[in-house]
Each structure stands twice: as C-alpha cells, then as structure tokens.
C-alpha cells in the first residue's frame, strides 16, 4: 500500500515539477510514534498489542484521519493511509493535514471490556500527540462512535477538562454532529449526481451496483433509491442480490437492520462479489475493501461511471485498463471524502459549542463535494489526464505550496 502511495506521490510530483526538496519532505511522514498497548484480558491473561499513529504532513493545520483495529495494521499501511488522508483534506480545502493510527489486533474477537481497556490504554500512549490543536482521530474499520467516547474521555480526565473536539465521529450526546453517519455515503451520492449530469446519464431509472452493504454503501444505495435511480445489485461479505427490475432498497435496509445479510433478501436472484463488478450498468460503487478492481477483472467492468466509495479498490493496472475503455472513476480522495468533511464540521461545532441543524450539515457537504468535484473535473479537461491524477495533482499542490510559503525550519 505503501509503494503504491509513493508511485502516486512521485508520478505528480514529476507532472507538477515539484521542487525536489518539497518533494523529499513529503514522502516522509513527519511523525511516526509506535506504542505498546498493554490490556488486561478478561481471563487475566495481559496481551501487549502494538499501536501506532502516524502523522504525514502539518504544514496546513492539525492532523486527522482514523484509528482502525485490525490484524494487518502496521506501519506501513498507516502511512500510506495518513497520506492519503493529507491529499484527502488537501483536495476539499479542509485546513488539516493527514494522520492514520490503529492497532494490531483482532476487535471481532474482544469483548466490549477488553476493547474498552485497550482503547484507554492506547490514547492515554498517544495522549502526547493527539488534541484539538494537534490531531484529531476518528473512527475507521472496527473502531465506531463508543471507540471515540472512550478516546474522548480518556484524554479528558487526563487533561482535567471536557474536550469534544479531540475527536470526531462522537455520539451525538458527546458534541458529536448529526449527519455524520451519513457523511461518507451521503458524499458519493452527491459526486455521482454531479458526474452522471456530466456523462448525460438521467438518474431516474440508471441502473446501480453496490458492493459493500455497510456505513458507505448501504446509505449511498438508500440515496439512489430515493432517487428513483434502479439500484439492481448490492452485496456485502456473505455475497450479494441481483434483480435487474430494481431492489427494494428500504425493505433491504430493514432486514439488514435485524442483523441479517442482504443474501437473506428474496426479490432476487444471488450473486457472488466478484459477479457483482462486472454486472452491465451505468454507476458502480465498490465500498467494501481495498484490491477490487484488479488487473484480472478490470476488462470485464461494464459500468460507465466507478466511484471509489472504498478506499484503493482499485489497483494501479486496473486504472490504466479502465482509462483505456474510456470508463469514468471518481477516485477515492474525491468520492469518499464526504466522511472527513463532515468531520470537519464536527470538530468546528465543538469548538464553538453551537451545533448545526441537519440541513445546513448537508447543504455544506453538498457544496464541499461539488466545488471539489468540479475543479477535478476541470483540471482533468485542462491536463488531458485521468479524474485520480488530477484530483492528487491538485491536492499535492495545495500541500506543496503551504510547505514553500512556510518554508523551512530552521
Ligand atoms: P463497514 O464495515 O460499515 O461496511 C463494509 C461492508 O462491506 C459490509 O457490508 C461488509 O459486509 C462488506 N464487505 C466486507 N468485505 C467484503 C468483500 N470482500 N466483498 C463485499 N463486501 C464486503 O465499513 P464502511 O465504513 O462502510 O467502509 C467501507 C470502505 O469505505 C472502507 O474501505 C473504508 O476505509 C472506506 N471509507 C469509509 C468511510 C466512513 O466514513 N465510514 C470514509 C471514507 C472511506
């Protein structure tokens, strides 16, 4: 994931003419602090997990970006994930710089107590380097709003005051902020409203597959659904549904919510995940995983527009092979960056302590994403290069020229 992100980094530089020396500062992280988490296990064993937590640029502003618990978290997925996090804020204009933390570990195996005790252990180990000023975590894989309560209490008991806006992603009781749920999914519908109005495909009746039924996927499809757009098939790790009428998207979500898997649906035939991508439509959204959209299934994407609700579910190769057949993909750092903005706008309430309406939240993501999305767009017309170049082109500028204003210390 690594090499992949300094590939991306070192093909803009070259096409932007970055100074040499910007360029070398921003291959390198800023800061990398790895941590022991010692936790009592419910059984009295102690285990000791390593964390991490990884800031890559603050030219710009505190650091943010997630905190993930997983058994392949490790240094240098958190890199490439707190620099793709830069490029992320940089795009949509978010004063911050990126950052990544997680630990290695398996959290579908923990019990609420032991993640509670590991979580405080590992932030009051961060506690150096997190704050509203300094970095602000939010959830990511396996870590949600609870994670965050216990983040957020636990550095405030050290600091002996209430600070909300340490992280975000919150309970709304805590000065979380409404829409946030919403936020990632809520960004790729408006992206790919934007984009469809572009490649003159009417969203009434467009025909949309989902891969990935979960906080991103499973919100963008209600959205297209409410639309009237035919949302034909979803799946999510047990597989998926296909139905060429249409799925009836808000009875989906209301059998998800029992607990069950979108297999359990039974207006439809199933499909399998790999299936799935290469159903003929016009909008495809992976929003599972990374490593989807591969060299090996890439010439059998039948979609017109991909937006990339996932982060890197598509390979390098696999771009190329698209960018060939002449296939639009709304990279990642465009289409999921709904999530982060909303953030945003969390730690800003906070801050003040004046909370928003709902509507003004999406009225301000609206315009977040579409402004992001035109300038991509634009520049990709202006440069002849693909929507993922153009938009880290734009991005990796944005940080460069923060870096040559501010110049170097000492
Ligand atoms: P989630 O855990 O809520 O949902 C993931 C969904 O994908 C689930 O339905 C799961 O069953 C399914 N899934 C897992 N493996 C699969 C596979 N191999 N094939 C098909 N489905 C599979 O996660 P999420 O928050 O929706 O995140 C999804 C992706 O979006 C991740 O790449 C994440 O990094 C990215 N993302 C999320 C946010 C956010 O705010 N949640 C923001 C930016 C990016």
């Given at each position: 994931m690594l090499e992949v992100a300094l590939a991306q980094l070192d093909a803009v530089a070259e096409r932007l003419a970055l100074d040499p020396g910007i360029h070398k500062r921003l291959r390198q992280p800023q800061r990398s602090l790895i941590v022991s988490v010692p936790t009592l296990m419910d059984d009295g064993r102690l285990e000791v997990f390593t964390g991490f937590r990884v800031q890559h640029d603050l030219t710009l502003g505190p650091t943010k970006g997630g905190i993930r618990y997983h058994p392949g978290v490790n240094l240098g997925e958190v890199t490439a994930l707190a620099m793709l996090m830069s490029w992320k804020c940089a795009l949509i204009g978010l004063p911050y710089g990126g950052a990544k933390g997680g630990i290695c570990c398996d959290?579908?195996?923990?019990?609420?107590?032991?993640?509670?005790?590991?979580?405080?252990?590992?932030?009051?180990?961060?506690?150096?380097?997190?704050?509203?000023?300094?970095?602000?975590?939010?959830?990511?894989?396996?870590?949600?709003?609870?994670?965050?309560?216990?983040?957020?209490?636990?550095?405030?008991?050290?600091?002996?005051?209430?600070?909300?806006?340490?992280?975000?992603?919150?309970?709304?009781l805590l000065g979380g902020s409404l829409g946030r749920a919403e936020a990632t999914g809520r960004g790729v519908y408006y992206v790919v409203k934007a984009a469809a109005r572009d490649h003159d495909v009417p969203m009434k009746g467009a025909r949309v597959v989902v891969q990935g039924?979960?906080?991103?996927?499973?919100?963008?499809?209600?959205?297209?659904?409410?639309?009237?757009?035919?949302?034909?098939?979803?799946?999510?790790?047990?597989g998926g549904i296909y139905n060429a009428n249409g799925l009836n998207i808000a009875q989906v979500l209301a059998e998800d919510a029992e607990g069950g898997s979108v297999t359990q649906h039974r207006d439809g035939d199933r499909i399998s995940n790999e299936e799935i991508l290469e159903l003929e439509c016009d909008i495809l959204i992976p929003a599972a995983t990374e490593g989807q959209i591969t060299r090996k299934n890439a010439d059998r994407i039948r979609a017109r527009i991909v937006a990339e609700g996932a982060n890197g579910p598509t390979t390098p190769e696999a771009d190329q092979i698209l960018a060939a057949k002449g296939t639009t993909v709304i990279p990642d750092i465009l289409a999921n960056a709904g999530g982060v903005a909303v953030s945003y706008f969390e730690w800003v309430q906070d801050l003040q302590q004046y909370f928003w309406h709902e509507h003004q939240i999406n009225e301000r993501l609206s315009e977040v994403m579409i402004s992001a999305y035109q300038r991509v767009v634009a520049l990709s017309r202006k440069e002849q290069v693909d929507l993922r170049t153009a938009a880290l082109m734009l991005a990796v500028k944005r940080v460069a020229d923060g870096k040559r204003l501010r110049g170097l210390y000492p």
């Open positions: 959290a579908t195996r923990m019990s609420q107590g032991e993640l509670e005790r590991m979580t405080r252990r590992y932030t009051s180990e961060i506690l150096l380097v997190i704050g509203p000023d300094q970095d602000i975590p939010a959830p990511d894989l396996y870590t949600n709003e609870q994670t965050m309560a216990w983040m957020m209490d636990t550095y405030s008991m050290h600091r002996g005051i209430t600070t909300p806006g340490v992280v975000t992603g919150k309970p709304l039924f979960g906080n991103v996927g499973a919100v963008a499809a209600k959205l297209f659904y409410e639309e009237d757009c035919r949302v034909i098939a979803v799946s999510d790790s047990k």
